[in-house]
T-cell receptor
């Protein structure tokens, strides 16, 4: 498949480990945050979202943490599997401006 | 429910030509957004359409344009293609708004400009 991004930060983990992917955002007015997963040759796939009135949200094997004080977002993946290998993007929006801004992405490589 | 579909999936054009890409949103979704993805710049917002009107526009030249039809399907057009327009063009749909509702992406159209 096509390369999603060259020279991306890369996180390499072993199957079964927990993974933490971090994202810093710059707009203090952002109030809605989303994590997307993009596999080679595919469009981004929604994983989980969180609004600014929360600091933690859990899904199936994934948890998103939001620290508004330092403008930091993280995605935790429990018991990482080879199928989790992909590029992960955080995205933020200030609902008043109606645009979604994506981070540069982090490549997650999971070894069996 | 079918996902977002984009046609064509791959396209090769030469400099100076123009191209039209098509996007069909998820049934019931009224907002359609377009993004350009390149290795160097990442995902960049092009524009969002809602009810056949452009709601928001990113920082791209006027060669990039789009439209939305009454059935929410959308097209984007790039005129006078440049080498730097080579990219993956992604369409995303959401219920009402790209900024407050979850966006679901299509597989993209890979455009290569020679």
């Amino acid at each position: 498949g096509e390369s999603v991004g060259l020279h991306l930060p890369t996180l390499s983990v072993q199957e079964g480990d927990n993974s933490i992917i971090n994202c810093a955002y710059s707009n203090s007015a952002s109030d809605y945050f989303i994590w997307y997963k993009q596999e080679s040759g595919k469009g981004p796939q929604f994983i989980i979202d969180i609004r600014s009135n929360m600091d933690k949200r859990q899904g199936q094997r994934v948890t998103v943490l939001l620290n508004k004080t330092v403008k930091h977002l993280s995605l935790q993946i429990a018991a990482t599997q080879p199928g989790d290998s992909a590029v992960y993007f955080c995205a933020e929006t200030d609902s008043g401006y109606s645009t979604l801004t994506f981070g540069k992405g982090t490549m997650l490589l999971v070894s069996p | 429910k079918a996902g977002v579909t984009q046609t064509p999936r791959y396209l090769i054009k030469t400099r100076g030509q123009q191209v039209t890409l098509s996007c069909s949103p998820i049934s019931g979704h009224r907002s359609v957004s377009w993004y350009q993805q390149t290795p160097g710049q990442g995902l960049q917002f092009l524009f969002e359409y809602f009810s056949e009107t452009q709601r928001n526009k990113g920082n791209f030249p006027g060669r990039f344009s789009g439209r939305q039809f009454s059935n929410s399907r959308s097209e984007m057009n790039v005129s006078t293609l440049e080498l730097g327009d080579s990219a993956l063009y992604l369409c995303a749909s959401s219920l009402e708004s790209a900024s407050t509702d979850t966006q679901y992406f299509g597989p993209g159209t890979r455009l290569t400009v020679l």
